[in-house]
């Protein structure tokens, strides 16, 4: 029952990440008053280093192509990203003072390439809008009488209202303040909560050769999972090389399909593809070429055609190859053993450093207590979820934040309907 001391608001925000601050800005715009609570001193903590701090606010793709990134639960945001999508994400930074521009034609940036401009944007419109804002604020409980939201209680204040939007995010990124708030508080109401895994970070080899490689980015790599039932893992983009494993945009992408394999295999082997795609009999025909214009030349010169040094080195000792031997003069089984090893390259991984170095997380509320709709929860009548607190997550490049903003614009409407 409400105190008649406790607060009144229209709307209760809770997490003050990209998700929630655009779910309380569309609240307030919608003529509610907002309450935003956020556990942290100061607000986007972990927007602000997005992109390494330059911001990849969203993609160019289209909403069908988008939405395939996601994998089968992507179609869970056709209402969000047809009420939201990269362009009108655009136009409402844009219509805030923030111009953003693609300048690889695919991924979007603010202008600035600064996440300050960003955030300092919606701390403005905030303000326009009297939003009131609440840092050093943990949400402890929500209040509810069995069948509708009633409000929150912190620690030392409780709130009332009928509509509360939990935007507090995942488990990445504990530094900035992640600690899985809002999976307790859904758990404690009914809603199903997924297992959690780290995704979007480096991994760990078994492999040690890969530290003599660290010097060089290998670009339009290839990686795809050894495994008989996840044969169609794969993952293409840049790849470094570091002390104990491997890391860069391919790993980033394909990391969130293998930390559950590890969890549930204890490793996972990988192939890797470092040769612009090139097969065992392409690679040989482009070796002969080489040998043919430099017939005298090693086959490490051949090989530093397509690899940098280190790596090229690496490979050749994997094969058992002299790298100072002319191709043609090494013996047959070992000719064939380095263009396979070329042409995919064995690799397997054995672990992680966990949540501490991961960007997102793998899973979240479960989707089918989610009305896509309005995002509303169908257990708890007024309670609404946005971002990553959700079990459904995509690759880098724009595409997790453009779903934080796109699911906190329907959810600001509070099941209204979007014109």
């Known amino acids: 029952m409400q105190n008649s001391s406790e607060p009144n608001y229209d709307v209760i925000v809770v997490g003050a990440g990209a998700a929630g601050l655009i779910a309380a800005i569309t609240a307030a715009r919608r003529g509610n008053t907002v309450l935003l609570l956020e556990k942290l001193s100061k607000i986007g903590s972990k927007l602000k280093a997005t992109g390494g701090g330059r911001c990849n606010l969203t993609n160019t793709l289209s909403n069908e192509e988008f939405m395939a990134r996601f994998g089968r639960d992507g179609r869970f945001m056709t209402p969000a990203l047809s009420a939201f999508d990269h362009k009108a994400l655009i136009t409402f930074f844009a219509e805030l003072g923030v111009e953003s521009h693609a300048p690889d034609g695919y991924r979007v940036f603010p202008i600035s390439h600064s996440s300050a401009s960003i955030i300092t944007a919606l701390e403005e419109e905030m303000g326009r809008l009297n939003i009131t804002l609440i840092t050093d604020s943990r949400v402890e409980r929500l209040e509810h009488n069995g069948e509708k939201v009633c409000g929150v209680s912190t620690a030392d204040q409780s709130f009332h209202s009928s509509n509360v939007i ?56 290839e990686i795809r999972v050894d495994l008989p039932k996840a044969k169609n893992i794969r ?26 394999l590890i969890e549930k295999f204890g490793s996972v082997p990988l192939l890797i593809n470092m040769t612009k795609g090139l097969n065992e009999e ?50 047959g089984s070992v000719r064939d053993r380095l263009l396979k090893l070329l042409a995919w390259t064995p690799l397997t991984i054995i672990g992680h450093d966990g949540f501490k ?45 453009q779903w934080s903003f796109a699911s906190g614009y329907v959810a600001g409407h509070l099941g209204a309907p979007i014109l």
């Not at 935007?167 to 997924?194: C, N, R």
């Not at 993952?235 to 559950?260: C, M, Y």
């Not at 080489?290 to 017939?295: A, G, L, M």
């Open 357 to 401: 170095m991961a960007m997102i997380t793998r899973g979240g509320v479960s989707l089918k207590e989610i009305r896509p709709e309005s995002m509303e929860s169908k257990i708890l009548s007024g309670l609404y979820f946005c971002g990553e607190v959700m079990n459904l997550d995509g690759p880098c490049g724009g595409y997790n934040l």
């Open 235 to 260: 993952a293409s983009g840049d790849l470094i090389f570091t002390q104990n494993g491997i890391r860069g945009p391919v790993v980033l992408d394909i990391s969130r399909d293998i930390t559950p």
């Open 166 to 221: 939990i935007a507090t995010g995942g488990l990445g990124y504990p530094q900035l303040g992640a600690e899985g708030d809002g999976f307790a508080i859904a758990s404690d109401v009914g809603h199903k909560v997924s297992e959690l895994f780290p995704a979007m970070m480096p991994l760990r080899t078994r492999e040690t050769w890969v530290a003599e490689c660290r010097a060089d980015t290998i670009p339009k790599v």
């Open 282 to 331: 392409q690679l040989l025909t482009h070796i002969k070429k080489e040998i043919d214009r430099n017939p005298e030349q090693s086959v490490l010169t051949h090989i530093m055609t397509l690899l940098p040094e280190s790596l090229s080195r690496a490979l050749c000792t994997l094969a058992d190859a002299d790298p100072e031997k002319g191709f043609n003069r090494l013996e």
